[in-house]
């Protein structure tokens, strides 16, 4: 346990540590250049470009993009209805960007994890010769790419959602692969992943166990890539890549970014690799034009107490006396990552934090008005508009959701109903 009243905004920290409900403005927006620009976006988006034609092969439902893993941006009038009475007005059209409908692996970390497992198969392939950045990439799943991606294997630590992108995409590749879950991790993603082959180590802890306990196991082998969440620069660059891809979606919408017109972009935030990708291309490509808030459960705010504090990754949840207990499993994370938290800080515009009771209520509307379903950690960021109450485009960022079991769709739907 830490002193609050030594901290940096102990005021807000003190709600904190009572699991009450904090909005907090950045005053450090624009206070320092980020080391990273539009290059490692372009080189990201290249290197998933050259890897279309395989993941058109390897994931058939992936035709209708050619094999690029892209989600749909939709205007959602209908739940802005909705909101409006459940949050308040503000002004502006309301957009979802589904990444919950993401291909492939169902949630938005079919951006980063999948582009990780990719770019370590691409560099193999290519150190063993039988590669070249021209060749069709669908090479790749023939026989003798799988006896090559067979000598290695890759591991991760996660909640789920990150197990479940990791674990299939390098199961299809034919790598060794070992998810190391967290007690939050939900029966069916296990049982998924079990089924294509996948080892799934369970941990009774949270996810600051999992991640560590994984990379335990990796440390010390040549041969063993670990998918570090905590810190993975390739993660953060494939997340990245969501903002370039959003600019035709925007022509198409007619949507203006400008001085007279503002983006706002609500995400949930769990250890922060998956918001702060999008938030650093977004910011990246329409710069002060774009406003950008992330979204975390009271009981487990790692982003915002690492931010609040500005102690970033050195101080985590439990520091304050928080449980780590919420509905989102996805967000379920102690400690910010130290790539992300350093890099954000400049970024982020803000963040704010709910309550789990929250998150149905939201779940079953969105359901009710556009016939869309997401789960629970998706939703988070749902009070965001009308907290910020700006005029402007209005982006919530769905995070994951499509591949939740029909009977645990109805269960989290129920909730939202009573
Ligand atoms: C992983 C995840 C997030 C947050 O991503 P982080 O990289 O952990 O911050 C949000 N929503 C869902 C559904 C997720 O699976």
């Not at 909101?83 to 169902?106: A, E, I, Q």
């Not at 199961?171 to 007690?183: E, I, N, P, R």
């Not at 997401?374 to 988070?380: K, Q």
Request: net charge negative; charged share 25%.
């Amino acid at each position: 346990m830490i002193d609050i009243s030594t901290l940096k905004n102990k005021d807000i920290v003190e709600k904190m540590a009572n699991y009450e409900k904090v909005f907090w403005l950045n005053p450090n927006v624009g206070s320092a250049p980020c080391p990273f620009g539009i290059e490692e976006i372009n080189d990201a988006e290249a290197r998933l470009a050259r890897f279309a034609p395989f993941i058109l092969k390897a994931f058939p439902d992936t035709a209708e993009t050619m094999g690029i893993i892209e989600s749909p941006l939709k205007e959602i009038p209908e739940m802005k209805k909705a909101l409006t009475k459940m949050t308040g007005d503000f002004p502006g059209k309301l957009y979802l960007k589904m990444d919950s409908h993401l291909k492939v692996s169902g949630s938005v970390k079919a951006r980063g994890g999948i582009y990780e497992v990719l770019k370590l198969a691409e560099k193999i392939a290519m150190e063993a010769g039988m590669l070249k950045e021209t060749d069709d990439y669908s090479i790749l799943l023939e026989d003798r790419f799988r006896e090559l991606f067979g000598k290695y294997s890759v591991q991760v630590g996660s909640t789920g959602n990150l197990g479940l992108s990791i674990g299939i995409i390098s199961a299809k590749l034919g790598f060794k692969v070992t998810v190391h879950m967290s007690a939050d991790a939900r029966q069916w993603k296990k049982d998924l992943l079990r089924s294509k082959g996948v080892t799934v180590i369970e941990y009774p802890q949270d996810y600051q166990v999992a991640v560590a306990e994984g990379r335990k196991a990796s440390a010390g082998d040549p041969l063993c890539h670990f998918v570090d969440d905590e810190g993975s620069e390739d993660l953060f660059f494939g997340y990245s890549v969501a903002a370039k891809r959003i600019i035709p979606q925007f022509e198409e919408a007619g949507i203006v970014v400008d001085e007279n017109n503002p983006l706002y972009v609500y995400i949930p935030c769990g250890v922060g690799g998956a918001p702060g990708g999008v938030a650093f291309g977004l910011k990246t490509i329409f710069g002060d034009n774009v406003h950008i808030y992330f979204a975390e459960p009271t009981h487990s705010p790692c982003m915002t107490l690492a931010l609040v504090t500005g102690l970033n990754a050195k101080i985590c949840c439990a520091d304050i006396g928080l449980d780590g207990k919420t509905a989102a499993d996805g967000l379920a994370c102690g400690r910010a990552s130290y790539l992300v938290a350093d890099l954000m800080t400049p970024i982020v515009e803000g963040c704010y934090t709910l309550q789990d009771e929250e998150l149905y209520p939201f779940l079953a509307a969105l359901k009710d008005t556009e016939g869309i379903f997401i789960e629970p950690s998706s939703t988070a960021s749902f009070i965001g508009p009308a907290l910020v109450n700006k005029p402007g485009t209005h982006i919530l960022w769905a995070t994951g959701g499509s591949m939740v079991p029909q009977e645990e769709a109805d269960v989290y739907y129920n909730k939202g109903k009573a």
